[in-house]
């Protein structure tokens, strides 16, 4: 049985080869495959008696034996797969085991979560040497420690205005989806980093004017959600993080650090501002002076080190 199916799989090559298949892939299918066969033979199973069952044991072996990724399987199912459809249609066999044969999908995992220590390297790391780098870098830190200190959604951020500021109570006032405002604390950190980058503001062509926008580009216009974003990848690759930094996922780590730390799910909801509300929700009156001592108390950035 062996012989015969190792022919085919060499045929089913050839024709790939004249498809202009690259060599390495030419490789990998010729692994996956003979891989496969050598199995069968082991079995005992002939190529036209496999079954689903035969194909699903052989799969758990593999990741019994190897420890294989849902991805590795997925690749190596790709690969029988696409040799037994080849058979079939040359009448070579009579029953595709492959057919309608799907692998279970692993859950998508929730947004990775990073620790403290990791958002400290990349909030705390050196500035540039470069004059133009540390300006950029004065501004995007001002990004960054908004971004986790107040769990910001990038569009928020990104249309914060001047006015939107309050430095003597320490509060922002957040214009969210639907256009619902709210207002949230954010930390000693946040706020010096915004002062510096303010200090810098008006040579970057910034107007100090109350419906102007925070976060601007070298030539004063707005920051855009795509810059922002590139720059939060940016400066996390320039502090030797190996994350993939986005946004979203800050303000992921901002809502799971303040619960953990907190347990207030009231708090922590009102300041991310998520409308999942009862009724009698929408009457609750929100102590903001609250919000800000549990904030004060919780956040690992909120007041500087004495």
Known sequence: MKQQAMQLLSMWLKEREIQNQSKHTLQA??????????????????????ETTDLRSYLANKVERHQLSSSSLQRMLSSIRQFMKWAEQGQYLAFNATDDFQLKRQPRPLPGMIDIETINQILDQPEP????QKQLWIRD???????????????????LTIRDVDFNRQLLRITGKGNKTRVVPFGEKAKNAVMQWLQLYPSWHGDFVPEANIFITQK?????????ENRVKFQA????????????????CFASHMLSNSGDLRAVQEMLGH???TTTQIYTHVDFDHLAQVYDQAHPRAQAKK
């Open 29 to 50: 299918y010729f692994r996956d495959v003979s891989d496969f066969l050598n199995y069968c033979e082991n079995q005992k199973l002939e190529l036209n008696n496999i």
């Open 129 to 132: 040497e470069s004059e133009i």
């Open 141 to 159: 830190k001002a990004i960054l420690e908004l971004l986790y200190s107040s769990g910001l959604r990038l569009a928020e951020v990104q249309g």
């Open 220 to 228: 004063g216009n707005p920051l855009g959600a795509r810059q922002i």
């Open 237 to 252: 690759q320039r502090a030797g993080v190996n994350v993939d930094l986005h946004p979203h996922l800050l303000r992921h």
């Open 275 to 277: 409308s999942n509300l």
